[in-house]
């Protein structure tokens, strides 16, 4: 049985470090609503054949790194099947906020507190 586990974390950065957060959200951002794009039109779900068809293209237009590319697409994928699930049809989702999602073990760990 998988147990999926969620937490919401508030992450404190100096100025500096605020800025790169700043603009690594933005640029998942943007590579979400390009995704999305090429979703609407394509009506292509498929992990596979999406890699194929943006992967090098969004690592150049937006100097993504590889891991934070598959998460781009498993974000934009993952928002269309909930919208096709509740709504039934297809909807263009629009990233507004900033997000990034952050992998288990590549991009954070966690550790156990010593007493």
């Known amino acids: 049985m998988d ?5 919401k974390l ?3 950065v100096d100025a500096g470090q605020h800025v790169a957060l700043d603009r690594t ?3 998942y951002r943007q590579a979400c609503n390009c995704v999305s794009e090429y979703i609407y039109e394509t009506h292509d779900l498929k992990l596979l054949s999406l ?3 943006l992967y090098r293209e969004l690592r150049e237009q937006f100097g993504m790194k590889a891991q934070m590319t598959q998460s781009v697409l498993k974000t934009v994928i993952a928002r269309y099947r909930t919208i096709l699930q509740n709504e039934g ?3 263009r989702p629009k990233f507004v ?3 990034y999602d952050l992998v288990w073990n590549r ?3 966690l550790l156990k507190a010593c007493k």
Not at 3 to 7: G, I, L, Q, W
Request: proline share 4%.
């Open 107 to 109: 991009d954070y760990s």
């Open 10 to 12: 508030q992450v404190i």
């Open 3 to 7: 147990v999926t586990v969620t937490a």
């Open 89 to 91: 049809e297809w909807i």
């Open 25 to 27: 959200m933005d640029v």
């Open 51 to 53: 890699h194929d068809a």
């Open 97 to 99: 906020k900033p997000q």
